[in-house]
């Protein structure tokens, strides 16, 4: 079932502040004719618990709060880095691995990177992002991505965020925060979910 434009504007609501993933949404889905905003050019101030016990469900979360919050489509992902020396972590809890009040990023790649210290190498992994696509009405569509790569322990790069300096493309021989942003938008795991989505995204609002 798809919502027609007389029933929704043609707006796309991110769930989210992060400017990293409001550039990279707005890129891979600029040939569109639609405006992507964020809920602070709203107003919108949600307080969420990301309490989910997979990336789906946390996504759902997200999507789901601001559509209703918002009355409009909403797009919204959940992502992690699964390190596999480390069985899968920092995974779902990605952003909040690091147990330092107000984390910043580089906090997280220092503390991941001393978590990892004197573990055998190479250290695989990937990233994972799952996105949920929601309307009002509870509508959804969900899609996965997932990048393959490895950790590498000195920082590379100035693009991207997250752990992306540390997270080396082995056939690219380049970190994620190495590659431009055409570049990344054809390999990330953000990326692919997002191509998955985008007829989703056509039907609803275009």
Not at 66 to 75: D, E, H, Q
Not at 155 to 164: A, H, N, Q, T, V
Not at 181 to 202: D, G, Q, W, Y
Request: aromatic share 8%; hydrophobic share 40%; net charge negative.
């Amino acid at each position: 079932m798809s919502v027609s434009v007389s029933e929704m504007d043609r707006r796309l609501l991110l769930a989210s502040n992060n400017e990293g993933k409001y550039l990279e949404f707005k890129s891979l889905l600029s040939d569109l004719k639609i405006e992507l905003v964020t809920p602070a050019e709203l107003g919108i101030n949600k307080a969420i618990t990301e309490n989910g016990q997979t990336y789906t469900e946390n996504a759902v979360i997200k999507a789901s709060t601001y559509a209703k919050a918002s009355n409009m489509v909403c797009i919204a992902d959940d992502s992690g880095l699964e390190v596999d020396v480390l069985d899968g972590l920092p995974g779902l809890h990605s952003a909040r691995f690091c147990p330092k009040p107000e984390a910043t990023d580089f906090d997280r790649r220092v503390y991941l990177l001393s978590y990892l210290e004197g573990m055998a190498f190479p250290w695989t992994a990937r990233f994972r992002c799952v996105i949920a696509l929601t309307t009002p009405s509870g509508i959804a569509h969900f899609t996965e991505g997932v990048c393959p790569g490895e950790i590498i322990p000195s920082e590379r790069g100035s693009y991207g965020f997250g752990y992306d300096p540390i997270f080396l493309l082995p056939k690219l021989g380049k970190t994620m925060a190495e590659l431009s942003m055409e570049e990344k938008n054809r390999v990330s795991h953000r990326a692919r979910a997002t191509m998955l989505v985008r007829p989703f995204v056509i039907d609803l609002l275009t």
